[in-house]
């Protein structure tokens, strides 16, 4: 590991002595503190505790990354719960969870030349998605937090390939919410929606992926809409950018405010973070030529009402008649995640996060998060 740690590194930056420092310890057999899942449920159900593992190594092409926050996303809280969420029968697997991640790269494998030890860094959510077309089969091998070992952890193994460099402008906490929620609202609205200046856009709740679409979408210079079971959380979103804003709570049926708000013209793209529930409003609510982004995939309406399901009855038609696009998101490649890493540096964006809690403090964060009280993200300081 030494011979990599060049004079530049260590005269360079005081991340890189603590490195060095710390893979000494690494070297030396010391272990680190790791969150598990799997195989084991509190009385409560949820399947989330500390223990320690030895300090990982990195294997050709790898890195080692000392942790210094991760955070949750939707997938998470059933994820805790012991929910396997593409399916699998038997026991889930123990891995360490969660996929949001910002840290400095502590050591190196064999082969890697494209980040040196000391560099921030965050690595994409499916580090195997470089550029290009999304491939199952190939790409989904590595999805950190469900089929390899994920970011609650003090220290973690990544390839090299996934990893982007942290712009200055961003802290841990804030870089950490890049990999996931800011990379896949960036794919659904740069690079599927397409958006142009003007157009009218409207994003669902205000979790982490949508304020990251409304963020990105005034970025565009669209005209855009936000919507929430809270007026407090929507006057947030009004301080943020938003241009207008419907509470979906007072006001079911959205898509008449929406057809409102756009002098009958409808949306040109809606951010559906929700899923079938919201499927047929969304669609009743897009303007000829508009873009409907599939970004949720939860089975009902978060009401339970299941009836707003899609109006298959009309669903042809209406896509016929307005030539809608209905497009399927998944997250993105790092290719999307360095230029949306550029949007960020170039339009000083900053990630809404709603609250910072301690390592030790991983289940009220997980608590806090199913209450419903948050705006945007949820992250974790390690
Ligand atoms: N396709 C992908 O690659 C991808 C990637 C990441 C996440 N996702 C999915 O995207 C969804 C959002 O993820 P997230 O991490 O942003 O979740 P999150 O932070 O937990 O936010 C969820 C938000 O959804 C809002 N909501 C619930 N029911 C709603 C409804 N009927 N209409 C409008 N908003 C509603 C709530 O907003 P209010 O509190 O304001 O009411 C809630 O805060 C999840 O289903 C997740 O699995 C997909």
Known sequence: MTEHLTRR????????????SASKQAAAGSTIRVYESGNYQDANGVTLRMVKRPAPKA????????VRATGLNARDRSLLRGVRIYGGAGEAPTRVPFDDNAGEVLSIGEGVTRVAVGDRVI???????????????????MDFGVNVDGFCAEQAV?????????????????????????????NAVVREARLLPGENVLTLGTGGVSVFCMQWAK??????????????????????GADFTINYKTTPNWHEEALKQTDGKGLDAVFNTVGIGEMDRSIRASASNGRVLVIGAN???????NTQAVGLKDFPRNMIMRRLRVQGVLVGSRRML??????????NIKPVIDKVFPFDKVLDAMNYMESGAKVGKIVIKI
């Open 59 to 66: 294997g050709p092409g790898q890195v080692v990354m000392r």
């Open 219 to 240: 970025m565009q210079g669209a005209r855009v809409g936000i919507t929430s079971s809270s007026d407090e959380k929507l006057a947030r979103m009004k301080e943020l």
């Open 9 to 20: 590194h260590i005269l360079g930056s005081g991340a890189a002595l603590a490195a060095l």
């Open 338 to 347: 360095t230029d949306a890493v550029k949007a960020i540096e170039t339009n």
């Open 123 to 141: 690595c994409t959510h499916f580090p195997l998605w470089i550029d290009g077309p999304w491939d199952d089969a190939t790409m989904s091998k």
């Open 299 to 305: 089975p009902v309406a978060p009401s339970g009402d």
């Open 158 to 186: 990544v390839p090299a390939e996934g990893l982007v460099k942290i712009p200055p402008s961003l802290s841990f906490e804030e870089a950490c919410t890049l990999p996931n929620a800011g990379l896949t609202a960036w």
